[in-house]
């Protein structure tokens, strides 16, 4: 019988699960003596590596001992909580990473809540222990509380933990720091001792079950998942149960098993065998893939709800086309159906001819679909971010989150009020070394413009951790718009440091001189609560008299940065954000000045 050991590796975002696995994968002895090997091989897209996080799960598979032990290293971030919760679907054991200074977080509680409803085995790595201020055994109690807190039975009570830093590629089952040896066996050895081999039955008849999607333009839609029972061969016809019951039969077109970081066609697989399949173009999560005449449906999977949505539209702003290679509502089209591919948690539906509305899990997950976008060389501009209301037993309800806020005791009465403003409900408060943790329920509007706010209010040393809790009835309908007004061009051209030296006293700018502008971009921040249409391109105007104040140098303070997010969450409902491959640009809806203010009258009145 084959020696498998299915594993996933969860965490809080930032907790090291990926270079975790890269330790794994180099210890294994998995990668070639003489092989390249990338820091964070996991995160294999720009953006994965540029932000520091897994936005995709990843499957890889080391050979240890005489074992196969295939990983899944999840995303830690909650807009990507549908894939962790498909995962333990898959697998049988859970690694559990933990920082051994921030201890338990909130998406630590979130990724933990899902393995042990699933009933997989828990192995706990309190992970970063050469960090100077490592607090290891309150840190296990933190774990434990978590784990009784959420209802573990007495066999997951029973964790194994090991203390390792995987940066440093050391670990041990002791938590004192001179114990640290430079190996991940430890970790490896747990695995194979304390995660139970797949309940097998390589006898039966096949049923196989895609949990993730992937999809390339030569083969199509690819579902990834776990053989759960008997065998399954390249060229089989075999019978798909569709989510809605009825019955496809297609044949394997190709198999892919993982090694590494590879992907390795493969001709057979059985039962506990982590594989990708294609041959069905439309294959979904949760479908099972069973032998022709034996359909035997497997319980579907859960695919959570999108909570925000957006309109994704083609770009109508006077500098449309000069910075990007597709702008057309078609190409968009196109790009955000192939997207839907892959991505179960994506929907999207046309909205007039122009544009289309995107719904998805939160803010990242949207504009990191937004980023790509525009890195594949795509114009479009977007809407503010708005959650999605449901109708449940005839009261409209609205998404609420928890929130985690960790802060300097000298912030936390601004914080506050703050979020007191926003609809947020304290529910603890903590203290610990001049840093106060904050939690509370807030619905999901009362956070789109936050973190913006909340950057600045804390400067810069606050955290702010947040995930989905559930559906209550919708409060006060203020929540989520920004309260200051906007400085707004009513020219176009070049803006020039002599317009911008005199209107700084009005607000703060967003741009700096020789940027081009155009009517109705959104160039700066009012300091009142209106907006204000202004000349940014206006240059001096030319005397033949010196003056005794004469050629003074303006100088200018530095421009506010403006990230995408930043940009999604500053916007109110009459603006929009244009993406180009080169430039985020805040605009008003409506760009002549003159038709804008007749607009706003009628809407005051």
Do not use: W
Not at 252 to 261: C, E, H, T
């Amino acid at each position: 019988m084959k020696k498998i050991r299915n594993v996933a590796i969860i965490a809080h975002v930032d907790h090291g699960k990926t270079t975790l696995v890269d330790q794994l994968l180099k210890d294994s002895g998995t990668f070639r003596e003489n092989e390249q090997v990338d820091v964070r091989v996991m995160d294999s897209n720009d953006l994965e590596r540029e932000r520091g996080i897994t936005i995709l799960a990843k499957t890889t598979a080391i050979n240890y001992k005489d074992y196969r032990i295939n990983i899944l290293d999840t995303p830690g971030h909650a807009d990507f909580g549908g894939e962790v919760e498909r995962i333990m679907n898959m697998v049988d054991g859970v690694l559990l990473v933990v920082d051994a200074y921030e201890g338990t977080m909130p998406q630590t509680r979130f990724v933990l809540k899902k393995a042990l409803e699933a009933g997989v085995t828990p192995i706990v790595v309190v992970n970063k222990i050469d960090k100077p201020t490592a607090r290891p055994l309150e840190v296990v109690d933190e774990v434990l509380d978590l784990f009784i807190e959420l209802g573990a039975d007495e066999d997951q009570l029973e964790f194994p933990v090991i203390y390792a830093s995987a940066l440093s590629g050391t670990s041990s089952y002791n938590h004192e720091l001179s114990t640290q040896e430079q190996t991940m066996k430890p970790i490896l050895d747990t695995i194979i001792e304390h995660i139970p081999s797949p309940s097998i039955d390589t006898e039966g008849s096949l049923q196989f079950q895609p949990a993730l999607l992937d999809y390339n333009d030569f083969v199509g839609r690819i579902g990834i998942g776990v053989v759960k029972r008997g065998t399954i061969k390249v060229n089989q016809m075999v019978s798909c149960v569709r989510v809605d019951g009825s019955i496809k039969q297609f044949r394997i077109a190709k198999m892919f098993g993982f090694i590494g970081l590879k992907r390795v066609e493969i001709q057979e697989a059985s039962a506990g065998d982590i594989i990708a399949i294609s041959g069905l173009p439309d294959i979904s999560v949760g479908e099972t893939v069973c032998e022709v005449g034996k359909e035997d449906a497997l319980p579907l999977l859960r695919i959570d709800e999108p909570t925000l949505q957006m309109t994704f539209g083609v770009n109508t702003s006077p500098f449309v086309g000069r910075e990007g290679k597709f702008v057309t509502a078609r190409q968009i089209e196109d790009r955000l159906k192939k997207e839907t591919e892959r991505d179960v948690s994506l929907k999207i539906k046309p909205y007039d001819n122009e544009s289309f509305i995107v719904s998805g899990r939160g803010e990242l997950h949207l504009s990191i679909l937004i980023e790509n976008m525009r890195r594949e060389g795509f114009e479009l501009q977007v809407s503010k971010p708005e959650i999605i209301i449901k109708e449940i037993d005839g009261t409209k309800c609205e998404p609420f989150e928890d929130v985690q806020i960790d802060v300097p005791d000298e912030y936390v009465g601004n914080v506050i009020e703050s979020l007191g403003n926003r609809e947020g409900i304290m529910e603890n408060m903590s203290n610990h070394d001049g840093q106060t943790r904050l939690n509370y329920t807030i619905p999901s509007r009362g956070l789109i413009g936050f973190s913006t706010d909340f950057m600045t209010m804390t400067k810069g040393y606050g955290m702010i951790n947040h995930t989905f809790k559930e559906y209550r009835p919708m409060v006060s309908t203020k929540v989520g718009e920004r309260s200051l007004g906007v400085l707004v061009a009513n020219e176009t051209g070049k803006s020039t440091a002599y317009a911008l030296g005199g209107l700084e006293d009005r607000g703060i700018m967003f741009i700096e001189p020789g940027v081009e502008v155009y009517e109705g971009m959104i160039v700066g921040e009012h300091s009142h609560e209106n907006d204000l249409a202004v000349n940014v391109v206006k240059g001096k105007n030319l005397t033949n008299t010196r003056s005794a104040g004469k050629d003074h140098t303006v100088v200018l303070k530095r421009p506010r940065q403006m990230s995408l997010e930043v940009c999604l969450d500053y916007i109110n409902s009459d603006e929009l954000v244009e993406v180009t491959p080169e430039n985020y640009r805040l605009r008003k809806r409506i760009l002549n000045t003159n038709e804008r203010k007749k607009f706003d009258s009628k809407k005051e009145k």
